[in-house]
DNA sequence: GCGATTTTGGGTAACGTTTCCCATCGGGTG
DNA sequence: CACCCGATGGGAAACGTTACCCAAAATCGC
């Protein structure tokens, strides 16, 4: 008794066999490529599925193209990604296109590095970068050896098409809620960020400067107030105890990103303030949690689906043509008012 | 001027050549094969280092392993599968192996399908399931074709290795908090489920099982109270509506995922009932947002890391030998009760 | 009708690795 | 000293697909 022979796949060599006819002709109907007729197509076709045969990735990966896009996401938790994702697996849907997520790490340059060359060793056809941290010259390096699109990053580039948010446009909304409201004592949480290659091309520069303009132009530039912390909830609760120390505490915290908002939250929660009644607190992202009853955090959304959308019709176009010129797409915001913020205490 | 010849890659050829040794020297360096002098080895690493040599996967997989781990995640969005994700990555991060993401989509068994045939065809390695939805016989079809390991689904096989979380007693721990709290009224949302043949190994069904276990052996047979929405917030909502309209109104529920506790919270919240004050609520999955301070919602932790990282462990040694025994890993939840649950209003 | 052109189909050489061999070389054994 | 053996290195054939050709047949233009 033998062990059951591990079934060899079936080739292109087995359809053409059963199919009578050449690899070549398979070759030609499975790419829609010129040169078959249409008998010999649906001929072909109908032996494709009698065998149930599926092309080998790896073999057309040596010839040319894989038929793989690949997503390099840094932080799987960020509940903004998936919108992006959704975006992008919509957009190609239709096509004969795989997508696989690479996870990278929290601001983790190594990591980044290590997922974008395991998508480019493998031959993938396109990379789309979200919210990458790594440096400019490293971004340049990925897209000088496959068609790649970057998501969140400001700054144009020659050879990568990126795709961003309006992140001034949202700050200075939310701003501008704030000061509708009444508010004029507004303080910002950012994320603090050190790199001189990418300062001002990172979101949380970006809200941070629309915070300030938007201030300055509502005549509010007595009360720019902002304290550096990361992006975190950790970083949320800092900011929100070193603002409530201050002698003059303001009545609005607009925090960078929604999970800096739960920090903020947390920490006036402990100090005995109520929201908004004593303080207003505003996120940005609309991320899923933001709209739970409990929570009802006012916030920014960006349009994630456009952005993700926008991303893969992109990169399709760059896989089409390498040398086109770059584009920058950049998509406004919307202000997401919610419970968490309300006219200041008289 | 010419446009700049687009800069072939280095192959193991031009390896060969610098080191002035054959391919096959390199190759067995690469792969830490026998035959290979320590003199050949440090000098054809040199050479390997001086061009920047990447060996390319695509070549690879033809001839066998392609170093790529898949992860199929169905839905992106469940924010407790980023712990078992750091699970897997952690355990394989000192290994030469890829880990790649396959996005499924919510329920649904064709996208399941078409991630995972585009996993095999690219010739990935192992396959690592997260919660799958597809039936046994694909699940078993798909472990005939590549080594794979199903997380999340109760019930043996002979071909996969599966590793899931003890989701009958996790509910019988929550029970049991409950009930010490003095609750008797214990009500629970269920995810719907239709599919005869999936239906006992789904942890869904597993969590009201052991609800319903744990109610009987509690002496509180009479009390069971399941409502079947599904696993969402609108569930939550829809879930939460329904029970508040029972002549004799539940003082605890406890919902079978912690996204449904927010719709059951939000459903409360309109009702002008407090929680834990009126009524208790319980999650489950400890997930990110539980713990955010305004939420505090008592749930069951999985241990996502530990199951990450069995489920790598498991594959790695199936990939080593495809016909060894196949194991059932079963973790221990433990209870994580926050501000939700209280004892019952007098 | 006849040369020119288009359509149709196939042969075959890559693509970059791995793996199965075999050849050579030193040195130990009888 | 003949023989054998282990260690070391390399030649060459796959792996499955695509793309560049070329040949034959069919169609067209006049």
């Known amino acids: 008794m033998e062990p059951p022979a591990p079934q060899r796949r079936v080739t292109i060599v087995d359809v053409a066999r059963h199919a009578q006819v050449s690899t070549t002709a398979v070759s030609k109907v499975l790419r829609n490529a010129y040169g078959a007729s249409p008998e010999m197509r649906t001929k072909v076709r109908r032996a494709i599925d009698e065998l149930g045969y599926r092309p080998n990735a790896a073999a057309r990966g040596l010839r040319g193209q894989t038929y793989t896009i690949g997503v390099m996401l840094p932080d799987i938790r960020n509940p903004f990604f998936p919108e992006i994702l959704d975006g992008i697996t919509g957009h190609l849907a239709d096509t004969d296109y795989q997508v696989f997520l690479g996870p990278g790490g929290r601001n983790d340059e190594q990591a980044e590095a290590r997922v974008t060359d395991a998508m480019i060793d493998r031959g993938m056809d396109g990379i789309i970068l979200i919210a990458p941290v790594s440096s400019r010259a490293r971004l340049e390096h990925i897209a000088s050896a496959v068609p790649a699109v970057v998501v969140g990053r400001h700054g144009h580039?020659?050879?990568?098409?990126?795709?961003?948010?309006?992140?001034?446009?949202?700050?200075?909304?939310?701003?501008?809620?704030?000061?509708?409201?009444?508010?004029?004592?507004?303080?910002?949480?950012?994320?603090?960020?050190?790199?001189?290659?990418?300062?001002?091309?990172?979101?949380?520069?970006?809200?941070?400067?629309?915070?300030?303009?938007?201030?300055?132009?509502?005549?509010?530039?007595?009360?720019?107030?902002?304290?550096?912390?990361?992006?975190?909830?950790?970083?949320?609760?800092?900011?929100?105890?070193?603002?409530?120390?201050?002698?003059?505490?303001?009545?609005?915290?607009?925090?960078?990103a929604d999970i800096v908002a739960m920090g903020v939250l947390e920490a006036l929660a402990e100090a005995g303030l109520s929201v908004p009644?004593?303080?207003?607190?505003?996120?940005?992202?609309?991320?899923?949690?933001?709209?739970?009853?409990?929570?009802?955090?006012?916030?920014?959304?960006?349009?994630?689906?456009?952005?993700?959308?926008?991303?893969?019709?992109?990169?399709?176009?760059?896989?089409?043509?390498?040398?086109?010129?770059?584009?920058?797409?950049?998509?406004?915001?919307?202000?997401?008012?919610?419970?968490?913020?309300?006219?200041?205490?008289?």
């Open 157 to 256: 580039s020659t050879v990568y098409d990126t795709v961003t948010d309006d992140d001034v446009a949202g700050a200075a909304m939310l701003v501008g809620h704030l000061v509708d409201l009444g508010h004029s004592r507004i303080a910002h949480i950012e994320h603090h960020e050190s790199d001189p290659t990418r300062i001002a091309e990172m979101p949380n520069a970006q809200r941070a400067e629309g915070y300030r303009r938007a201030m300055r132009s509502l005549g509010l530039a007595e009360e720019i107030d902002i304290v550096s912390t990361s992006y975190t909830q950790q970083g949320g609760y800092e900011g929100a105890t070193q603002l409530l120390a201050r002698p003059r505490r303001p009545t609005a915290v607009f925090a960078g």
């Open 277 to 346: 009644g004593d303080i207003s607190v505003a996120g940005y992202d609309n991320t899923t949690f933001a709209s739970f009853g409990p929570i009802s955090l006012t916030s920014v959304d960006q349009a994630g689906r456009e952005i993700g959308g926008n991303a893969a019709r992109l990169l399709l176009e760059r896989i089409a043509d390498r040398r086109k010129a770059p584009v920058q797409v950049k998509l406004s915001p919307t202000l997401v008012p919610r419970r968490t913020t309300a006219p200041p205490p008289l």
